[in-house]
């Protein structure tokens, strides 16, 4: 695996390496140790996928309160979507700010998104499910977000026609969060 620091600190994107021959591929997606040696948690205890019927669907922008703060490792296995991650660290020079990319099924990228983060993601095609690991498991009453089309934040999704459930509009805006 290829770990690439991203601008936001403690996250990373993961880039499959692999071993192609005439039956397909074979590749690691996770190894404990080589998250361990780079201080990265290697305990991820929950899995978890979502399904999304159509292209433009919005899940988002989503975190748990402390004392549940998650670690995620996402990856498209699917389809595609523009993956967005928000730094909610309020002692970070990167507080506040919006991080994207396309992950998909033909790219095999994962993004590892650090405890103290929002999450949330766009579809860019029809039938398309994304894969989680996280750490620790989810907890209900820890569940918040923000709106994913807060202008404070300014994410540029890529599709303008979107769909997103009555839940994630009726969101705070991020500067509401406490």
Known sequence: MKFTPL????AFRIQIEPIVDGRGFFARRFCAEEFRVRGLEDNLIQRSVSFNRHTGT???MHF?????????????TRGAVFDVMVDLR??????GKWYGEV???DNMLMLYIPRGFAHGFQTLADDTEVDYEISPAYVLESARGFRFDDPS???DWP???VIVSDRDKSLPMFLELK
């Open 153 to 155: 934040v300014g994410i």
């Open 58 to 60: 919005i899940r988002g």
């Open 103 to 105: 992950l998909s099924a």
């Open 159 to 161: 599709i303008a026609n």
């Open 90 to 95: 309020k002692d970070s020079s990167s507080y």
């Open 64 to 76: 748990q309160a402390v004392p549940h703060l998650e670690t995620k490792l996402v990856r498209c």
């Open 7 to 10: 601008a936001f600190e403690g």
